[in-house]
């Protein structure tokens, strides 16, 4: 969780890949992990969890909803 803290503060959007886990189990570690570091899940793509957490000062802007 630490190496994931400091990844967010320094690049807001990170990849990380989980291996070895059921669906299933990706989703709740990217649950959790983005509950615990107050960021959002992106996507799920096989093995890879894409989150965001904007920064002190956001670098990505991203498009209104």
Request: aromatic content about 2%.
């Amino acid at each position: 969780m630490h190496e994931i803290e400091g990844a967010l503060s320094h690049h807001e959007l990170i990849k990380i890949r989980i291996s070895g886990a059921e669906r299933d189990d990706i989703k709740t570690m990217a649950d959790t992990i983005c509950e615990n570091m107050d960021a959002s899940l992106v996507q799920i793509i096989g093995h890879v969890v894409i989150i965001y957490r904007p920064a002190k000062d956001p670098k990505i802007q991203l498009p209104k909803a």
